[in-house]
């Protein structure tokens, strides 16, 4: 299973993942669990594959890292 990447050297911080369903669902976490409202939708990166999206506030990593960490938990277990 893929990890969700946080590139926090850019500008606004950008997630990524091959699969656009686990942006979307990394991103809905963010605005039911914490209040992340500020943020694009999921698009297709095209400079490396997958999918990307971008965030424009600030936010704690751990939401993203504790999140996926579950989703893989979770996948491992079916």
Known sequence: MVKVLINWDRTPVSTHHPSKSVIDSCLHHLRINHGVSKRSISMPDRQKGGFLAFIYQVFDPQ???????KRLADSAEE
């Open 63 to 69: 939401w993203i890292i504790i999140w996926d960490e």
